[in-house]
């Protein structure tokens, strides 16, 4: 599943192809991933423009053009990729015909798709603005200051994983990132914020910071060999860290894994 180190790849990797190329055409394969335009709308409004610079924001990708943003949300299993050849996936949903190369959109499962905001043209069309769509997202996660970070959770009381996934109070982090910080930071997944002492929100802050760096760097959550994503799939995982048996369950409805003899509580 992309989770902000797949959306920054994903941002990097077009930064490097898209800027500046104009849009010839956009050829909407199958209109379910568009969640508040008509095809005829996306070509009608993206036709002759140019992209800028991509951009991202938590798990989200913004690709502006000359006034309107398409927004992408890749959900489960959406990937937006440049080729100057043609290629394809048999899942692409959308492609733009650029002046030189496509972009593509491929989503197997179509759980969330892509918006288009601002410059719409029509009456019948969603004139969604950025800001209202992006208005819910907490700051972005990569680069977060430890002071505004340590401000954040003191705002809020509930457990800590769904805290940490809550988009609306920090964008960006997902499933497997969260159990990877909360391990990291030897933090128990379900403990309460409120119990979390100066120390403890240091180790964490610590822990995103060191978690997301190197994630970004691999353009996805890595099954490192001193990382907990590495056995979490295993039948019958243990602790890279100190050898226990590794702990399943739900936690704010997410599957969750954690070391009982590091992550006590």
């Known amino acids: 599943m992309p989770e902000l180190p797949d959306v920054e790849g994903f941002r990097e990797r077009l930064s490097a192809t898209l800027p500046g190329r104009r849009i010839d055409s956009v050829e909407v394969r199958d209109s379910g991933v568009l969640r508040n335009a008509s095809a005829r709308a996306l070509n009608r409004v993206l036709s002759g423009r140019r992209f800028e610079e991509p951009r991202r924001h938590g798990k989200w990708l913004l690709l502006p053009a000359e006034g309107p943003t398409l927004l992408v949300h890749s959900g489960m299993t959406g990937r937006p990729y440049y080729t100057s050849a043609g290629d394809g996936d048999r899942h692409d949903r959308v492609v733009i ?8 959109y491929a989503d197997q499962r179509k759980l969330r798709g892509i918006w288009l905001v601002g410059d719409h043209e029509d009456d ?11 208005g819910d997202q907490g700051p972005d996660a990569l680069g977060l200051d430890r002071h505004v970070f340590t401000e954040i959770l003191r705002r809020h009381r509930g457990a800590l994983k769904p805290t940490l996934m809550d988009q609306s109070v920090i964008a960006g982090l997902g499933n497997l990132l969260v159990d990877e910080i909360c391990w990291r930071a030897r933090l128990n997944p379900k403990i309460r914020i409120a119990a979390l002492d100066d120390s403890d929100i240091r180790q964490l802050h610590r822990a995103v910071t060191s978690v997301l760096r190197t994630a970004v760097r691999h353009g996805c959550v890595p099954g490192l060999r001193r990382w907990l994503t590495r056995v979490r799939d295993d039948p019958d995982p243990s602790c890279p860290r100190c050898g226990a048996r590794v702990s399943r369950g739900r936690v ?14």
């Open 97 to 104: 015909t650029l002046d030189r190369g496509e972009l593509h």
């Open 124 to 134: 019948h069309e969603d004139n969604d603005d950025l800001d209202d769509m992006l």
């Open 252 to 265: 704010g409805g997410r599957s969750t894994v954690w070391c009982p003899r590091c992550q006590p509580g």
